[in-house]
């Protein structure tokens, strides 16, 4: 059964809440509530993360649970796929044909049955419970949720033997703060407060980043690298480190394995060399080596921007072993943090009932590569075709690379599609059913975060509008009509969540909001790495020692094609949107206004634009079109897509995916959205 909450509909009530989006700052929040709706939500000022702020995107919050075009009702499709035809039917005539048809699918091959769900909620209760009981019941097949950050994961797991790091609020002490890959100020507000605070008391800030963030705005230096080169970059600060004997040897003696093989091969890459592949010039490599090794306490932000190319969990592997080789590791607010949702107790096995999948593990379905799966047919080294999907916290159509081929799969007549969603996104549009979800404010949740190290409690605000159900209830109902009996099915939100956490007292989490993990302030000041050694793996069982690995597009790896399509496009977040989230927030897409490519004066020059014109960015697999903007935050030969736009808000119904490619990375089976090769011309 599911958990009941008696809403107060004639008081005013403040409710902890907590943010659900894909980021690492998980905002503890207040929300307002006055005569059943929610009026304000503001950042909890006793939560030391968030210390009374949220980001402009989450501020809104209100505006996108009453959104005028929100779905509170399930819908039928009766045009045909993508035309966004629906009727509205009752919950029990949509799940009653989604339980038959699945059966029917279920009964030649539950295989043929996926999946896709990312972090559109990062709770653990309405993100990865009772939705993966049912999977695994079903026998359908295992989705590789791989959209945005495997390959910086594995890397850390390779390294550290865990997504672990340093605590956020000790960056407030650093004297020097490497911002790698990161536009902190858009995509992680809170780190920045704490990286100002530093600024103020004489910290150095340098951010590395193709782009010129809002962030390199305020940085004392920027560092602007070609996409896919920061291993290059790593390794050239490694031969700095060593030729001028800066290394912590005891350090290194103590709480690493394998540096020497390392030692080796950074010792092939002097400056020159490094700034060459980046680049950027010597002597920036040598002045930024210089710094970190003499600079003491040194952080580094390590952000998930820099691991969306071929080499991107070997570049995290080299920059994850730099804080042990100056010995960084040795205070507080020296380090590294990329992630450190593996500080969480996380009570998975209880949340997801592994145990009921088959005997025979079903196959696992790559979500970046959804385009190349939903074109396959039968075979012995595939499975079945896929027939069905169920979409839940995602927008692939929008947000998967390749899109020509996702549109493609998705369009699909002999595809059943089930989109559990708040809006008509353009994942919506392509389905058999949309069955309207609860947003953040309506339903419980627990959280953890990969920005800091406190659990969150999320207790519902208001009652769910409309008839939108959280994903925890649909799930329910879609086993019982399944004939699933397990008790697990019957298990409440609430018992769930008693048990999503091992270790924390969740009477205090709930009442308090949040409960900080018990970790040492310097987690790593004597080794103790969760390794089976303790120690920093350098030279990583099955994986060797990390090297720089080139893209699959750029002017030097692909000459040919670069001829071509000269420029290297990256495609970070606008600073308004969260992926595809918030993209219909009218306040917010009024900020944004359009869709944007951000391009250098020199290469807009030589194709004979100018700021403002309509331009076709384009390449073997497709173009988009947008309005070009000649930015100084563009470097030479670089060309920043702004994204993720719905594809249908865009001037031709396309996006910044129709460019980029299904092809993974090194480590983590990860896309390379950033290793894009195109050219832009006027329309």
């Known amino acids: 059964m599911s958990s009941t909450t008696a809403f107060d509909r004639t008081a005013i009530r403040t409710i902890h809440a907590a943010c659900p989006h894909d980021c690492p700052d998980t905002c503890a929040i207040r929300v307002t509530v006055e005569d059943g709706k929610a009026i304000k939500v503001q950042g909890d000022p006793d939560h030391p993360p968030t210390h009374g702020a949220l980001c402009t995107k989450v501020s809104r919050y209100p505006e996108r649970t009453y959104h005028p075009e929100r779905v ?81 994961g594995d890397a850390l797991a390779a390294t550290y033997g865990g997504k672990v790091g340093m605590h956020l609020e000790h960056y407030a002490d650093s004297k020097l703060i490497l911002i790698w890959g990161s536009n902190s100020i858009a995509s992680n507000l809170h780190f920045w407060t704490f990286a100002q605070k530093a600024k103020r008391e004489g910290a150095k800030l340098i951010c590395i ?23 290059a970059l790593a390794l050239g600060l490694m031969h700095e480190l060593i030729v001028h004997d800066w290394l912590d040897q005891d350090y290194i003696d103590r709480h690493t394995e394998g540096w020497p093989r390392l030692r080796d091969r950074a010792l092939q890459w002097p400056p020159e060399r490094a700034a060459e592949v980046c680049g950027i010039t010597a002597e920036e490599v040598r002045q930024l080596a210089r710094d970190y090794a003499t600079t003491k306490p040194a ?22 072993i730099l804080p042990c080789l100056v010995g960084a590791w040795r205070h507080p607010a020296g380090g590294l943090l990329l992630s450190a949702s593996g500080w969480f107790p996380r009570n998975s096995a209880h949340l997801q009932h592994p145990e009921l999948m088959p005997a025979k593990p079903p196959r696992t379905i790559n979500m970046s590569t959804i385009g190349n799966a939903l074109l396959e047919e039968n075979s012995p080294s595939f499975g079945p075709k896929i027939e069905a999907l169920v979409v839940y916290n995602s927008n692939p159509v929008a947000v998967a690379p390749e899109s020509p081929k996702v549109v493609k799969g998705f369009a699909r007549d002999d595809l059943f599609t089930v989109v559990l969603e708040h809006f008509m996104t353009d994942t919506a549009d392509y389905a058999d059913y949309v069955l309207p979800a609860t947003t953040q404010l309506e339903h419980l949740d627990v959280h953890t975060s990969y920005g800091h190290t406190y659990a969150m409690f999320n207790e519902p605000a208001i009652a769910p509008l409309g008839e939108a159900k959280p994903n925890t209830q649909v799930f329910r109902e879609l086993a019982e009509r399944m004939g699933f009996t397990e008790p697990c099915f019957r298990e409440s939100d609430e018992s769930m ?34 390794t089976p050694t303790g120690k920093c793996m ?63 004066a020199d ?81």
């Not at 919950?91 to 990312?118: G, T």
């Not at 782009?211 to 070609?226: G, S, V, W, Y």
């Not at 048990?499 to 009477?507: E, H, I, S």
Request: proline content about 7%.
């Open 72 to 152: 509170l009702h399930p819908l039928k499709r009766t045009g045909p796929k993508g035309s966004g035809r629906f009727v509205r039917v009752t919950w029990e005539e949509a799940l009653a044909d989604i339980a038959s048809r699945l059966k029917a699918i279920a009964a030649r091959d539950p295989e043929a049955i996926v999946p896709y769900s990312y972090a559109g909620t990062m709770g653990l209760l309405q993100g990865e419970s009772m939705d993966r009981r049912f999977f695994h019941k079903l026998g359908a097949s295992l989705l590789d949720r791989t959209i945005c950050a495997s390959a910086g």
């Open 209 to 231: 980043d193709p782009r010129k963030t809002e962030t390199a705005d305020k940085c004392h230096q920027h560092i602007a690298l070609l996409p896919g080169t920061d291993g």
């Open 299 to 320: 952080a580094i932000r390590l952000n998930y921007g820099m691991q969306r190319v071929r080499g991107g969990g070997n570049a995290a592997r080299l920059i994850a």
């Open 497 to 530: 969540a008693r048990n999503a956490l091992k270790g924390v007292d969740f009477d205090t989490l709930r009442e308090v909001g949040w409960v900080k993990l018990p970790i040492a302030e310097a987690p790593f000041a004597n080794g103790g790495f969760p």
């Open 538 to 600: 350098v030279d990583a069982p099955g994986l060797g020692v990390p090297d720089h690995v080139p893209n699959y597009e750029s002017v030097q790896s692909s000459p040919q094609l670069a001829r071509d399509y000269p420029l290297a496009m990256i495609s970070p977040p606008a600073r308004n949107f969260l992926n595809s989230t918030f993209v219909n927030v009218k306040s917010l897409r009024d900020i944004e206004a359009e869709p944007l490519l951000e391009m250098h």
């Open 603 to 683: 290469d807009a020059a030589a194709r004979g634009l100018q700021g403002g014109e309509m331009v076709r960015v384009f390449n073997q697999r497709g173009e988009y079109r947008c309005r070009v903007q000649v930015s100084a935050r563009a470097r030479p030969g670089v060309v920043n897509g702004l994204g993720i736009w719905w594809r249908k808000l865009g001037p031709s119904g396309t996006n910044v995916n129709e460019v980029t490619h299904q092809q993974l990375t090194d480590l983590g089976r990860a896309p390379a959205f950033y290793d894009c090769l195109v050219d832009v011309r006027a329309v």
